[in-house]
């Protein structure tokens, strides 16, 4: 019976889908001819989608139509286009696409970056605000330093315990920037490379990947969630169901932990702490669930984003010696080998050199290369061309971090381009200095990343530690490839 429903449903879904093709709205933007039925979707599935967009802005510029099943899209290829759209227009554009596999089937939908724009997520998104907040991660500085610190040294033990054969960085800088976050957002000590938290949040997060993929057929015809798991080509519902559970568990188990502690009297400060102290002993249980899922996101895109951004740092280290070298003057010159840098350094740009490297890492290797989609809920115009209401905006981070307009020679690692000449840079003043890649790097409009700020210090503080301790090398023949990224989401 639900196979029988399915087809039938598929059926008046392509109907619709020939229908939108024929009576197609007109003045769209320039894009590659569509297929008749499928549209564009052989484009959409193919790997590192952000690659095939910045093929198709060379033949078509910075907006770019295409359409897959009838469902339209615009690709925005120039930081221009994104904040013209994104941010100017962001009262009717703020809001997500209902990708069936990433939500009704796997539940990441409950996730901040994932969930529609109204009153829940406005919610979720102030209570981010005192933990995170522009002013107030001072507060942090201490326990991420310490953090950082516990990091650099199990670093070095591991190193130390891998002999003359080369140690891969991966797990380690996955396992740290996890216990990093599980100890900020829930108070947990983790101890242990094995431990349980930490091997939920790297299992949840593959999970998350996996259903955020745009290639799932459900995604393009939703009739399809009706097959039961056990029908033909419905292997998405077992996949689906089990990334639900993962997210559940991830969502509970840290957060029972921070009850716990609290109940003893012995929960140090976090993010879950303070939204609990927040609410009182009045808290219902939908505050309860608000705490629950404000606090697996923070943690989620925490630990990922900084996982990330220090992965792509160990391989620019090693293609780019030269610039390691001279990151680690820079300290030298400043700490005279007595301290390790802090974040009072930052603070008082006492490091101008690394400030501008870890600028230079989020521009040469975003840690969201195709952002995360965004859909128009009214219909609107730009330059002329019709933006229907309902047409998925993709911002490709990938094409503007890699601008010419912006940054010249993109495809150099070269920190010197956010620096003056007075401070060995490429620039003749501060007004010459390009963009500063944060202002694409963390999303556009209301959508922004909240957990900016703290993400910059956590990611600043492991490149400023490790420079100082440690020199990045390569075992020779095992030089590393630049980097790769997974299709759609994060690298």
Partial sequence: MFAHLAVVSGVLFLLVVLLRHVFGTSSLPPGP??????????????????????????????????????????????????????????????????????????????????????????????????????????HLWDVVDQLTQRFIKKLGQEVKASGSEGFDPRDSISWAASAISLRLIYGYDSAVEDDSLVNTTRIAFDSFLRANEPSWAVNWIPPLRHLPSWFPLAGFQKLGEQGRKTLDALAREPLEYTKKQMGQGTAPESFARGLFEGHGTSITSEDESSVEWASVTLHGGMANTHGSVINSFFMAMSLYPEIQKRAQAELDRVLHGERLPSPLDRRMGALPYIDALCKELLRWAPAVPSGVPHVMTENSTYRGWTLPKGTYIIANLWQVSDDATIYPDPHEFRPERFLTKAQGGDCETEADIPMDPIKATFGYGRRRCPGQNLAELLIWLSVAMTLSVYKIDCVKGQEPRPSEYENWVIS
Avoid: C
């Fill in 33 to 138: 001819r569509p297929i008749p039925f499928v549209g564009n979707v052989l484009d959409m599935l193919k790997p590192q989608g952000w690659a095939t967009y910045y093929d198709l802005a060379k033949q078509y510029g910075d907006v770019i139509y295409l359409s897959a099943l009838g469902q339209p899209m615009i690709i925005l290829n120039s930081h221009t286009a994104a904040v013209d759209i994104l941010a100017k227009q962001s009262a009717i554009s703020s809001n997500r696409p209902e990708f069936v596999m990433a939500g009704p089937i796997a539940g990441t939908d409950r996730l901040a970056p994932l969930r529609q724009y109204n009153h829940t997520l406005k919610t979720m998104r102030r209570q981010f605000i005192p933990f995170i907040g522009t002013q107030s991660s001072t």
